[in-house]
């Protein structure tokens, strides 16, 4: 896949994004869960064919939670100002949430959302005149314009996309009159022709004003003294805006990018007014970042994506898509987008962000700012382009990449990367997410860690939060897997997990078919135990570094550090702190792992279930997921 980051500099046509009248479905949402996921493959599904079409709808799903959307450029847009427009309105649409969707005019394009097939609706009570009373017009202007009314109505019933414009010109420019008018493409003849007729007898009660516009169910029609049309061309190649940058080879499996999503899921809970002690509230801390130089205006953001140009969106996840920007000065970012801003929630969002923009360590990503006041929530982080850890370590051929050396490097940087985070003075931070995913490798290979999104900071004085269940099965600890618990020692438990990783090159998933006991952590104990770890080392570094002597016993060494790290009692497991002077320092001896835990996969998953569902009044009624 070729990554084209695109710049676009001003065209010289007008994609006209103002938004002239937003209507919010009157429904809420049936199940949540359905209707977000349908959304998003819906808006997805849209998105792409906007890119090359003035026109779009799909259906997705089935129920009460269907999405069926529409959306359409005005046949006088260019294909790059639909773009646009359509941008405009991939931006607010989020906004109608809960609400089971809705309809957006803008100037320049339409969409509407509805959980029933709106196709062949044409009329209906929300049809709307919108007069622009500024200027009272002469007799022979409102003349001009019945005619040029009357012309385009011909024109878009004759016409194949139901699209006519019409410029009365007179000799008198005072007395010019610019008219458009368009149907949705999935009416029928009849139904566009019922929708335009009774358009334009509502349009002309706008007269004598110099504005008028008509937002019917089925057709949008405007007319002007001024001339918002845009030139007749509708080829795109001829606007020359669009400059490639940079090429850069990217292969097609982006899983950092999956990592890289910050979700925002709000739990319907009982008790949602929990107050964290040291949360600010909502305009004090909008106001902080507001004041600092993580503002990033949202305008900026859309041009470093290119109007979030297909061709620049790095991954999708559940609830949230990345995009690869860059910004003026040439920096190239990770920009990541919520679909919903969950207004209600903004003081966990901007509690979030204050506390992550506060940290800063060479192993952590960088958070360079966001956005929350905008429509969308948006993040914006550093770029990170050799994405990350697990796409070399699980990978035959990347794993060659990356040597030993290179890897105790790699576990040398998430020790104080983590380390960091544990012992930061104002906020403890327990990531909850560590995996290799969300190790993120910078130009020289070295260690990010990425997606705050999991952190919590957590108050001195409280030996754990109790806490709804995050994270990803396999690198979770059993505490917190079977009761919530959370301290840094669950950290401890996914590193030592992440490292056998790192050893070995493969992956400790959670499988549906084997048991927990043959995982990877519990083959490496029995491999550690019988004294033949040296048969679970990733073939990758055998083949490259055998010859060197300390290899094997080096290795030994980082898989002990791994079993210690794993341990089933987390009061035995070492702090980062105490792991990293034993990764780095030979000295002593370390102490032998006691047993790492063998649990009962099955019995597990019934435990999580019930705990994200018991969990209402704990303090996560926001999840970063
Ligand atoms: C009309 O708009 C109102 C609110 O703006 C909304 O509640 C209602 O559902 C809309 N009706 C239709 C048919 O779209
Ligand atoms: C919502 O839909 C999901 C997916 O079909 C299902 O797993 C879940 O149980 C549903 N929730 C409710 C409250 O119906
Ligand atoms: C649309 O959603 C509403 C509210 O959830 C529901 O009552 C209605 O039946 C749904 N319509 C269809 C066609 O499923
Ligand atoms: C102009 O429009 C405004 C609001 O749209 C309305 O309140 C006002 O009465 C109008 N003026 C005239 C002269 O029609
Ligand atoms: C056009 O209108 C402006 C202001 O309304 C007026 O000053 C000007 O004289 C008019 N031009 C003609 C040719 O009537
Ligand atoms: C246009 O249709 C709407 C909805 O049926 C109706 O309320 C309105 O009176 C009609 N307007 C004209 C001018 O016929
Ligand atoms: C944000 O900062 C700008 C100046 O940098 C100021 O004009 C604006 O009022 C501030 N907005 C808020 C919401 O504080
Ligand atoms: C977000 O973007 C909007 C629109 O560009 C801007 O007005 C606002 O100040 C920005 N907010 C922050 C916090 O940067
Ligand atoms: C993890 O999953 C992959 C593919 O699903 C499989 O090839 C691999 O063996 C699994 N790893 C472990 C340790 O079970
Ligand atoms: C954590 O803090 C203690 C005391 O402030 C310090 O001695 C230790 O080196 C720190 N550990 C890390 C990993 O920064
Ligand atoms: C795991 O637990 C389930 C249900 O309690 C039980 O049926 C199953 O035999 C257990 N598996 C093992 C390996 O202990
Ligand atoms: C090992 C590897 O793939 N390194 C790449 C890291 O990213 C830089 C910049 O894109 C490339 O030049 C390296 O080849």
């Known amino acids: 896949m070729i990554i084209t980051p695109l710049l676009v500099s001003k065209s010289n046509g007008d994609a006209r994004t103002e938004i002239i009248k937003m209507y919010c479905a009157g429904d809420l949402h049936n199940n949540q869960t359905l209707f977000i996921s349908n959304f998003i493959s819906a808006m997805q599904t849209i ?49 109608c949430y809960p609400r089971k969707g809705g309809r957006i005019y803008l100037d320049g394009c339409f969409v509407r959302l509805q959980n029933y097939s709106f196709f062949e609706e044409y009329t209906g009570p929300n049809d709307t005149t919108i007069c622009g009373n500024t200027t009272r017009k002469s007799i022979l202007f409102q003349q001009s314009a019945m005619h040029a009314v009357i012309n385009v109505v011909k024109g878009a019933l004759r016409n194949n996309d139901y699209f006519a414009r019409e410029e009365m010109m007179v000799s008198d420019p005072n007395n010019s009159v610019y008219v458009l008018a368009e149907c949705w493409k999935t009416l029928s003849l009849s139904s566009c022709r019922a929708c335009l007729e009774n358009a334009s007898r509502s349009i002309t009660t706008c007269l004598p004003w110099s504005e008028g516009r008509v937002l019917n169910t089925g057709c949008f029609m405007r007319y002007s003294n001024t001339n918002f049309l845009n030139p007749v061309t509708r080829s795109s190649s001829d606007r020359g805006m669009i400059i490639s940058i940079v090429a850069s080879v990217v292969s097609s499996a982006m899983v950092i990018i999956v990592a890289l999503m910050i979700v925002l899921y709000v739990k319907k809970c009982r008790n949602i007014q929990h107050k964290r002690k040291g949360s600010y509230d909502v305009k004090k801390l909008a106001k902080i970042l507001n004041d600092s130089n993580l503002h990033f205006k949202y305008s900026t953001i859309n041009k470093a994506t290119g109007y979030w140009h297909e061709s620049n969106k790095l991954g999708q996840g559940g609830f949230g898509i990345v995009y690869k920007g860059v910004l003026a000065d040439g920096r190239e970012i990770a920009v990541k987008r919520l679909f919903f801003n969950y207004k209600f929630k903004a003081v966990d969002f901007y509690n979030e962000v204050n506390i992550i923009s506060s940290l800063e360590h060479k192993n952590l990503v960088r958070l360079l700012g966001c956005n929350c006041s905008g429509p969308e929530s948006i993040l914006i982080y550093e770029y990170m382009p050799n994405k990350s850890l697990d796409f070399f370590i699980f990978d035959e051929i990347k794993g060659k990449e990356i040597g030993w050396e290179k890897r105790v490097e790699i576990i040398i940087g998430v020790a104080e990367g983590l380390g960091y985070l544990h012992n930061n003075t104002k906020h403890r931070i327990i990531h909850r997410d560590i995996k290799a995913p969300n190790i993120l490798l910078d130009l020289r290979l070295r260690p990010k860690i990425a997606d705050f999104g999991l952190a919590r900071s957590f108050q001195d004085g409280k030996s754990h939060i109790s806490t709804g269940i995050v994270g990803t099965l396999g690198y979770m600890a059993p505490e917190y897997l079977a009761h919530g618990q959370l301290t840094e020692k669950a950290d401890v438990y996914s590193f030592g997990i992440l490292i056998l990783e790192v050893v070995t090159g493969m992956e400790s998933n959670r499988s549906k078919t084997t048991e927990y006991n043959d995982s990877l952590l519990s083959t490496a104990w029995k491999h550690f135990k019988q004294g033949t770890v040296e048969e679970i080392f990733d073939p990758n570094l055998m083949m490259h570094t055998y010859p060197n002597i300390n290899f094997k016993n080096d290795a030994i060494k980082v898989v002990h550090v791994a079993l210690l790290c794993t341990q089933e009692a987390p009061s035995l497991r070492p702090t980062m702190s105490a792991a990293l002077k034993m990764l780095e320092k030979d000295e002593d001896p370390l102490p032998a792992p006691s047993n790492p835990p063998f649990i009962n996969e099955t019995n597990m998953e019934l435990y999580i279930t019930q705990r994200s569902m018991d969990n209402c009044d704990d303090d996560d009624s926001i999840q970063l997921l």
């Open 47 to 95: 998105s792409t064919e906007m890119q090359t079409s003035h026109f779009a709808t799909t259906v997705v799903g089935y129920g009460p939670d269907t999405n069926y959307v529409l959306t359409q450029c005005y046949g006088d847009l260019s294909s790059q100002d639909c773009i646009l427009c359509y941008a405009q309105i991939r931006t607010f649409f989020p906004n």
